[in-house]
């Protein structure tokens, strides 16, 4: 699991799956989120505002398999 640190206390979850390079654009986000293939901290997530503080771990269903990573 990789460790993205964060320069705020918090960030939405959209912008975070392009930080940690879950995502190469919003768009792709934004079709993570509508898939269904987005959960944070084990709970299916499809909110792209959704905030992240430290500590909260994001996992990514990609057809390569799940990738996650942790707000730093």
Excluded: C, W
Excluded at 9 to 14: A, C, V
Aim: charged share 30%; net charge negative; hydrophobic share 40%.
């Amino acid at each position: 699991m990789t460790r993205v640190p964060i320069a705020d206390d918090s960030i939405r979850l959209g912008q975070f799956l392009k930080l940690a390079d879950l995502a190469e654009t919003g768009a792709q986000a934004r079709e993570l989120l509508d898939d269904g293939a987005v959960s944070v901290n084990g709970e299916p997530e499809a909110r792209r505002g959704r905030q992240l503080v430290r500590g909260d771990r994001v996992e990514v269903d990609l057809p390569t398999g799940v990738v996650s990573a942790t707000v730093g």
